[in-house]
Nanobody, 123 residues
């Protein structure tokens, strides 16, 4: 079992940047696939990016490539999402998620653990 806590959200102007963090509890960090998802008001939750905590391999939704960068710190059990050139349409609640690694971490599906989210508002 793992607990996830996001931070780093806030309000920024269009063109600005934010870095989100997700800290995971427990000592099995390297056994997980991690990911960032977002949900805008009235819309379904959507996968932003995933990362393999062991190898660092990443996968992005095509629409996020170039502006969003996912990374991790295996010493701090922390995953990050660096977001640049933010647009109003990036406004959403951003969620951290995890699942035990079975095969590739590129899939956005079957995440087992979720954080409570952090709000990002771009105006």
């Amino acid at each position: 079992h793992v607990q996830l806590v996001e931070s780093g959200g806030g309000s920024v102007q269009a063109g600005g940047s934010l870095r989100l963090s997700c800290v995971a509890s427990g000592n099995t960090w390297l056994h997980y696939c991690m990911g960032w998802f977002r949900q805008a008001p009235g819309k379904e939750r959507w996968g932003v990016a995933t990362i393999d905590t062991r190898t660092g391999a990443t996968n992005y939704d095509d629409s996020m490539k170039g502006r969003f960068n996912i990374s991790r710190d295996n010493v701090k059990n922390t995953m990050y999402l660096q977001m640049i050139s933010l647009k109003p349409e990036d406004t959403a609640s951003y969620y951290c998620a995890a699942r035990l690694r079975v095969g590739s971490c590129s899939s956005f599906s079957e995440m087992s653990y979720w954080g409570k989210g952090t709000q990002v508002t771009v105006s």
